[in-house]
Every structure is written in structure tokens, then in C-alpha cells.
């Protein structure tokens, strides 16, 4: 499956002075205001995720006891990596109850998430992206808020715009109002969460009325979405974070118990009207099969790095640039440069071509990979790029051949105990590799 990304011309110079991998001017000054809805509505999106795949889980466990195993294609993924990546989007509407299943345009977007789920490994990343971010919107052709890209086109727009300022791929997405993720938390019968004390709050341009009680309690879908919507904490948004994320994790306990497994109908019926997908079945059945294997405890949560700020006199959240690529390579592509960096690699042109080893070895260098020596093979004539290793650091070249996916370098690998001393892995380089202009 082709990305979006892929079938898109090329933007204007603006586009690039937005990337991640360009970082934006300083801001005038500080923001002063707070962040609004958008980080604490960090759970509106995970719970999408959840609750489709415990909607796959239902029809998987449903289908296999007819004979019917979950099918083994890819449907979601990246035809060069492991991942599937699902942007979740949580936006205010549904007023008064009213669905959004029939709303296009015309609504921002209160919360952006990417889930990125590696296939084969079953790790799974979250990172939110907040919805004041400056990022230039395609079909507007100019700079503005991400949240209002919904606004102009609806998801695909979305899609479209975090795809071209993040610089990956997007399978597919899922979104959901207020009105959905309460009746998901009443449907399961409620989530018990201990709630901090002094969550008394009143914002009455938002309809908010916050009033608390501290404690271990469960709480109904009126007032977890008020949890999940403070912002007034002492250490600001670190504080704020937490708490989401701890009653994320109880979520997802609560969602994946095989009890819940009985409410799921129910659950389908009622969150049909408040969420819109360009999944079909098959993917929801796919993601169900991946998601057996995911362990929540081990999720990767993260949020764009950047800060507050102004240009002109309008309000953003300004990415820092350095910052956000390696969040996003951790989350997104999952490259983990810590544990990269406990392997040594050998590079050797096998190709001829000038300068291949030195490029080779910047790109694994960029993600962590500890090189320590570069150097030309025995001869130029490998006509394919080759990972070797020894059968014990299959492990390493796993990881290795992910990252040379990753940027786009072809690679094949092999075992072999014929690499050089010092060394854990060896890239040749061959012929079918192509130098960037």
C-alpha cells in the first residue's frame, strides 16, 4: 500500500521551514495562557485504539472458533518497516449528544495522536501532538495551528498535514468526540482511578465544572472525562500527564479484561453514531491479532518536545526541532539509540562508488549505532547491501537492517562469522545501493 505522503507533490519553501527537522524561530515571548483542552484530552484518542482493538480481539476470537484464523496479511503496514501507524484525532463535538458521524469540516481538533505498533516486535508508541502546533496546512497553503486542519479537510487533511511535517507515513485513522469516549467509560461501568485531591476547576467558555472527591473511586464517563480534562496541577503539565497516563493504564486494564469481552457489542453499537475510520474489517481484524501480543505495561508514551510561545501576537506551540526527531524516531520508527549504541559496526564499500561507507556510517552514527571502523571490502563487486553477523548478535542485526529500512538503504541479512575483530555486525555495501543527490 502506497502512503499518502508518496502520492503528494512537493510543497512550497514554508513547508520546509516547518519540518521537525528544521527548528522554528524563538518565540517573542512566553505564552501565558493555559493548553486548553489538548493534553488533557490525551485520553480520548488511546481510548479509540483500545477499544478497536478490543473490537478486533471480539471478531478474532469470534472467527477463529468457526475455523476462521485472523489473516496473516499486512493490510495497515509500511511496505519498507514493521509499523503500522493510526492517527488518532479527539474533537469537541457531538453538542448536546448529537453525533459527528455526519460531520466532514468545520470542527477543530482537540487532540492528536499517533499510535505506531511494530508488527513483528508488538511495541507500541503514543505520541500527542499538540493542537496549538505551528505547521504549515497544504490546502490553505500557509502556517497555522494543526488543530485547524480539521477544520479545512477533516481527517484526511490531517493526515495529510502531520505526515508532511513529521516526516512519516500514515496507515489509517480513527476519530471521536466527548460524547463517545463517556459513553465507552459507562458502557464498561465506570474506571476506578484514585484521583488526586484539589481537582476543583471552573472554565465557564468551556462548559467546564470540575468538583472531585480525592481518593480510590470508580468513576462514571461524566466525570472521567472531568479527570481527564484538568489542567490546574502544581508541577503543570508533568503533573497533568501523569495522571492521564494513569488512568490510561487503568483503562486499558479495565477494556482487555476477558470480562469486558461480553460488553462488546454493546460497546459497538453505542460508539458507532461518535466515531468515523477508513479502517475496514480486515484491519481492525489485523490490528486485533497484533494487539494479542502487545504488553500495555511497556507502551511508549511521549509528547512532541517544544514550548509555549508567540509570533505576532497569535499563540503556538513551537516545536523544538532537534528534540521532536529523535521523540519521533523512538516512537514512531522505533529506533531506540540507547540500546543502539551497545553495537559495533563495521562498514565497507563493496560498490565503488565514492563516499558510500563514510554516508552509510553517518546515517547508523544518527541512530545511535556505535561505528568503529570504515574502510572498503576485499572487492567492489557485491551487487547487494548485506548486514552480517554472527548467529548469537542476530538480535543486533535485526535492529540494524530496521534502521537501514528506515533510511531507506535496501539490505539483506545474513549469518556469518567472518566480520572483523572488534566488531558485531558488518555492512557491505552494494551495488544496488544509491547514493542521495
Known sequence: MRSRKRRRNEHNADMDETRIYKRPEAPSSPATRSWGKFLGMV????????????????????????????????????????RMNILVIGIDGGVNGQPLKSLKTGTRSDVMLIVSVDTETKDVGVLSIPRDTRVFIPKVNGLEKAGHAHAYGGPELVVETLEDFLDIEIHRYVRIDFEGFKRVIDILGGVEIDVPPGMDYEDPEQDLYIHLKPGLQTLNGEDALKFVRFREYVDADIGRIRAQQAFLQALADKVLRISTVTKLPSMISEMLPYVVTDMSNEDIMYLASVGLGVKLDEVKWAILPGEAGYIGDVSYYLVDTEKAAQVVDEIVRGIDREKNSEVRVAVQNGCGIPGAADYVASILRSYGFNVVSVGNADNFDYDETKVLAPKANQDVQTELLKSMRVAGIESKGYTSDQIPDESDVLVIIGKDFRMPR
Do not use: H, I, Q
Open 43 to 82: 485520553a480520548l484518542g488511546v481510548v479509540l485504539f483500545l477499544v478497536g482493538m478490543g473490537v478486533g480481539m471480539y471478531t478474532y476470537l469470534k472467527g477463529y472458533s468457526r475455523g476462521y484464523p485472523p489473516t496473516s496479511e499486512l493490510p495497515l503496514v509500511n511496505e519498507s518497516t514493521s
